[in-house]
């Protein structure tokens, strides 16, 4: 059994650079999860009110209530009877709408996005859903920017679709980033995935899994461009370790300088 722990974290940091940050973790209560309803991904209500919405696998997309946050209640769940029995793997969530990846990424699923309405949490509704005809590898991630939804379909690359009309998703585009790096006519291409993904101005930081970073402009929809990669080279020369680069957080410039001072 896995339980999902809710924490309070304070970071309190003073104006300048220079200064030192005090985090205090304070447990405050647990959401149970069994094997089979196994809970993958969650994140807190972008619009700042008491909900928590869980990727719960087997058992579909949950919202839980986080108003008392000793105790968390179940209010709502949406199963995977809605979208064709898809497996919920990850979500995000831009405005009234949560996004979902659908599609087991440990078995032959398809790879899919569901649209969920939360402009009522305690009454989501399920506005669209997308599939890639032919995919049997599942959905890693799904990120949203502006009016496009980015889809980590794991060996399929990354999907793009038009989300401009929530109940009518469009398919853009699919890219499948080159497979040559780090390594060349590599002999296991399971371990190529795009499962890790940030967005910040039409590019894309893209987990490769064992493929390494790979950065994709996606200024043109219809043809995304990559335009960098990197792997660690000490993880494939000459021992070719396991490389997994499998999640990713875009930072500023800011906080990257205050990292510097903080740990120099």
């Known amino acids: ?5 809710i924490f309070i974290i304070v970071i309190l940091i003073s104006g300048n650079l220079c200064s030192q940050s005090n985090l205090s973790i304070q447990y405050e209560s647990e959401i149970h999860s069994t094997c089979n309803q196994l809970t993958v991904t969650m994140m807190h209500d972008v619009l700042d009110r008491p909900y928590l919405y869980v990727a719960n696998k087997e058992a579909g997309l949950k919202v839980y209530s986080i108003s008392n946050l000793n105790n968390p209640s179940l209010v709502a769940t949406v199963p995977t009877s809605n979208f064709l029995g898809m497996e919920v793997i990850n979500l995000t969530q831009s405005g009234n709408y949560l996004y979902l990846a659908v599609g ?8 899919g996005m ?3 309405d939360v402009q009522n949490p305690t009454s989501p509704v399920v506005t669209d859903y997308y599939f890639l005809q032919g995919s049997t590898h599942g959905a890693g991630i799904v990120q949203v920017d502006g009016n496009y ?8 690359g990354l999907i793009t679709l038009n989300v401009t009309d ?6 853009v585009s699919q890219f499948v980033p080159d497979v040559n790096f780090p390594i060349n006519n590599p002999s296991n291409l399971n371990i190529y995935n795009l499962r890790g993904m940030a ?12 493929g390494g970073l790979r950065i994709i402009d996606v200024t043109n929809k219809i043809q995304p461009v990559e335009v960098g990669q990197y792997c660690n080279p000490t993880m494939y020369t000459p ?21 510097l001072f903080l740990y120099w």
């Open 114 to 116: 569901v649209i969920v």
């Open 1 to 5: 059994m896995n339980n999902l722990i």
């Open 166 to 171: 929530k109940s009518n998703i469009q398919f």
């Open 149 to 156: 939804a980015y889809l980590g379909a794991m060996q399929d």
């Open 239 to 259: 021992l070719d370790h396991a490389k997994a680069y499998n999640n990713i957080a875009h930072l500023s410039l800011l906080w990257i300088i205050y990292m």
């Open 199 to 210: 967005v910040r101005n039409d590019t894309i930081y893209a987990c490769y899994d064992g």
């Open 104 to 111: 087991n990424i440990w078995a032959a699923d398809s790879t």
